[in-house]
Protein backbone atom coordinates (compact mmCIF):
# COMPACT_ATOMS: atom_id res chain seq x y z
CA UNK A 1 0.00 0.00 0.00
CA UNK A 2 2.72 2.70 0.78
CA UNK A 3 3.92 2.13 -2.90
CA UNK A 4 0.74 0.91 -4.93
CA UNK A 5 -2.09 2.01 -3.00
CA UNK A 6 -4.25 5.12 -3.57
CA UNK A 7 -1.86 7.65 -1.04
CA UNK A 8 1.45 5.22 -2.14
CA UNK A 9 4.74 6.51 -3.48
CA UNK A 10 3.58 5.92 -7.31
CA UNK A 11 0.29 7.20 -6.61
CA UNK A 12 0.77 10.02 -9.27
CA UNK A 13 2.50 7.84 -11.50
CA UNK A 14 -0.73 5.68 -11.38
CA UNK A 15 -3.58 7.74 -11.84
CA UNK A 16 -1.48 9.59 -14.44
CA UNK A 17 -1.24 6.07 -16.37
CA UNK A 18 -4.89 4.76 -15.65
CA UNK A 19 -7.53 7.97 -16.02
CA UNK A 20 -5.64 10.43 -18.46
CA UNK A 21 -6.81 10.14 -21.74
CA UNK A 22 -3.01 9.90 -23.71
CA UNK A 23 -2.09 7.33 -21.42
CA UNK A 24 -5.99 5.18 -22.14
CA UNK A 25 -5.11 6.36 -25.92
CA UNK A 26 -1.24 4.45 -25.03
CA UNK A 27 -2.95 1.58 -23.60
CA UNK A 28 -5.66 1.04 -26.15
CA UNK A 29 -2.91 1.21 -28.65
CA UNK A 30 -1.05 -1.38 -26.84
CA UNK A 31 -3.67 -4.36 -27.16
CA UNK A 32 -5.38 -3.28 -23.56
CA UNK A 33 -9.04 -2.33 -22.63
CA UNK A 34 -10.51 0.72 -20.55
CA UNK A 35 -10.82 0.55 -18.13
CA UNK A 36 -7.23 0.65 -17.59
CA UNK A 37 -7.02 -1.28 -14.21
CA UNK A 38 -4.61 -0.01 -11.02
CA UNK A 39 -1.77 -2.40 -10.91
CA UNK A 40 -1.98 -5.61 -7.95
CA UNK A 41 1.27 -6.56 -7.42
CA UNK A 42 1.57 -9.62 -6.01
CA UNK A 43 3.72 -9.63 -2.70
CA UNK A 44 5.17 -12.39 -1.10
CA UNK A 45 7.11 -10.95 2.00
CA UNK A 46 9.89 -12.28 3.29
CA UNK A 47 12.10 -12.66 6.39
CA UNK A 48 15.38 -13.66 7.59
CA UNK A 49 16.13 -17.03 7.07
CA UNK A 50 13.42 -17.75 4.94
CA UNK A 51 14.22 -19.77 1.26
CA UNK A 52 12.11 -19.03 -1.96
CA UNK A 53 11.85 -21.59 -4.36
CA UNK A 54 10.99 -20.95 -8.42
CA UNK A 55 11.32 -23.46 -11.11
CA UNK A 56 14.87 -23.26 -11.88
CA UNK A 57 16.19 -20.89 -8.92
CA UNK A 58 16.39 -20.22 -5.62
CA UNK A 59 16.75 -17.54 -3.20
CA UNK A 60 17.74 -18.21 0.83
CA UNK A 61 18.07 -15.49 3.47
CA UNK A 62 20.19 -13.94 6.52
CA UNK A 63 19.61 -11.11 9.04
CA UNK A 64 22.44 -8.90 8.33
CA UNK A 65 23.45 -6.04 11.05
CA UNK A 66 22.58 -2.73 9.88
CA UNK A 67 19.82 -0.91 11.30
CA UNK A 68 17.98 -2.95 13.64
CA UNK A 69 15.32 -2.84 14.80
CA UNK A 70 13.76 0.34 12.62
CA UNK A 71 14.38 -2.07 9.47
CA UNK A 72 14.65 -5.85 8.86
CA UNK A 73 17.75 -6.50 7.08
CA UNK A 74 18.68 -8.80 5.16
CA UNK A 75 21.60 -10.66 2.70
CA UNK A 76 20.15 -12.70 -0.32
CA UNK A 77 21.84 -15.54 -2.02
CA UNK A 78 20.24 -16.95 -5.60
CA UNK A 79 21.00 -20.10 -6.66
CA UNK A 80 20.62 -20.63 -10.15
CA UNK A 81 22.31 -23.48 -13.11
CA UNK A 82 24.71 -24.84 -10.30
CA UNK A 83 25.86 -20.79 -9.59
CA UNK A 84 25.60 -19.08 -6.31
CA UNK A 85 25.66 -15.48 -6.09
CA UNK A 86 25.81 -13.51 -2.53
CA UNK A 87 24.55 -9.88 -2.29
CA UNK A 88 25.07 -8.75 1.53
CA UNK A 89 22.65 -5.35 1.30
CA UNK A 90 24.31 -2.62 3.33
CA UNK A 91 25.76 -5.20 5.71
CA UNK A 92 28.09 -5.77 8.83
CA UNK A 93 29.85 -9.32 9.22
CA UNK A 94 28.11 -12.04 11.19
CA UNK A 95 27.96 -15.67 11.27
CA UNK A 96 24.83 -15.86 9.31
CA UNK A 97 25.98 -14.09 6.09
CA UNK A 98 29.54 -16.12 6.27
CA UNK A 99 27.28 -19.00 6.05
CA UNK A 100 25.23 -17.74 3.72
CA UNK A 101 28.05 -16.59 1.36
CA UNK A 102 30.09 -20.80 1.75
CA UNK A 103 30.92 -21.30 -1.43
CA UNK A 104 29.27 -18.51 -3.66
CA UNK A 105 30.45 -17.98 -6.99
CA UNK A 106 30.38 -14.16 -6.71
CA UNK A 107 30.00 -12.30 -3.50
CA UNK A 108 28.92 -8.90 -3.75
CA UNK A 109 29.48 -6.79 -0.49
CA UNK A 110 28.32 -3.27 0.61
CA UNK A 111 31.78 -1.37 1.90
CA UNK A 112 31.55 1.98 3.70
CA UNK A 113 34.69 2.59 4.93
CA UNK A 114 38.59 2.16 4.30
CA UNK A 115 41.00 0.16 6.31
CA UNK A 116 42.32 2.62 8.59
CA UNK A 117 39.55 5.15 8.41
CA UNK A 118 37.95 5.93 11.68
CA UNK A 119 33.97 5.37 12.27
CA UNK A 120 31.69 6.61 15.09
CA UNK A 121 31.98 3.61 17.52
CA UNK A 122 28.14 2.80 16.56
CA UNK A 123 29.71 2.26 13.65
CA UNK A 124 32.46 0.25 13.17
CA UNK A 125 30.54 -3.64 13.59
CA UNK A 126 28.18 -2.05 10.99
CA UNK A 127 30.46 -0.88 7.92
CA UNK A 128 33.65 -3.53 7.48
CA UNK A 129 36.57 -2.61 5.61
CA UNK A 130 37.76 -4.25 2.70
CA UNK A 131 40.61 -6.09 4.56
CA UNK A 132 37.95 -7.46 6.62
CA UNK A 133 35.45 -8.45 3.74
CA UNK A 134 38.29 -9.82 1.91
CA UNK A 135 39.27 -11.86 5.11
CA UNK A 136 35.89 -13.08 5.81
CA UNK A 137 35.04 -13.91 1.88
CA UNK A 138 38.32 -16.24 1.91
CA UNK A 139 37.36 -18.19 4.84
CA UNK A 140 33.82 -19.17 3.16
CA UNK A 141 35.48 -19.95 -0.08
CA UNK A 142 34.33 -17.30 -2.26
CA UNK A 143 34.97 -17.56 -6.50
CA UNK A 144 35.25 -13.45 -6.99
CA UNK A 145 34.35 -10.66 -4.99
CA UNK A 146 32.89 -7.37 -5.79
CA UNK A 147 32.64 -4.32 -3.65
CA UNK A 148 29.96 -1.84 -3.63
CA UNK A 149 28.64 1.18 -2.40
CA UNK A 150 31.90 3.33 -2.31
CA UNK A 151 31.13 6.63 -0.79
CA UNK A 152 32.51 9.85 -2.50
CA UNK A 153 35.75 10.46 -0.74
CA UNK A 154 36.92 6.55 -0.94
CA UNK A 155 36.63 6.97 -5.43
CA UNK A 156 40.09 8.81 -5.15
CA UNK A 157 41.21 5.32 -2.83
CA UNK A 158 40.24 2.04 -5.39
CA UNK A 159 44.29 1.42 -5.59
CA UNK A 160 44.34 1.18 -1.47
CA UNK A 161 40.78 -0.85 -0.97
CA UNK A 162 42.24 -2.89 -3.80
CA UNK A 163 45.14 -3.94 -1.95
CA UNK A 164 43.93 -3.98 1.60
CA UNK A 165 41.36 -6.64 -0.09
CA UNK A 166 43.91 -8.32 -1.75
CA UNK A 167 45.89 -8.98 0.89
CA UNK A 168 43.39 -11.07 2.62
CA UNK A 169 41.65 -12.66 0.00
CA UNK A 170 43.33 -14.50 -2.92
CA UNK A 171 40.63 -14.69 -5.54
CA UNK A 172 39.49 -12.00 -8.52
CA UNK A 173 38.17 -9.11 -6.64
CA UNK A 174 37.25 -5.62 -7.58
CA UNK A 175 35.13 -2.89 -7.29
CA UNK A 176 32.10 -2.43 -8.99
CA UNK A 177 31.35 1.04 -10.75
CA UNK A 178 27.82 2.07 -12.12
CA UNK A 179 26.40 -0.20 -15.45
CA UNK A 180 29.37 -2.45 -14.94
CA UNK A 181 27.87 -6.05 -15.97
CA UNK A 182 29.56 -9.69 -15.04
CA UNK A 183 28.92 -13.10 -15.74
CA UNK A 184 28.36 -15.93 -13.06
Not at 3 to 12: E, P, T
Not at 32 to 55: C, F, K, M
Not at 78 to 86: A, I, M, P
Not at 104 to 128: N, S
Request: with cysteine; aromatic share 6%.
Amino acid sequence: DKLFGADGVFADDLRSRTELLPSQEVWKARGGALPRPWPQPVVQEIAPGDVITGSDWQIATCSVPHAQPELTCMALALHHDGRKFVYSGDAGLCEGLETLTTGADVLLHWCYRLDGETAHPDMIDLTPTPAEIGAMAQRAGVGRLLLTHFRVHMDSHHGAALNALRSQFAGPCGIVEDLDSYTI
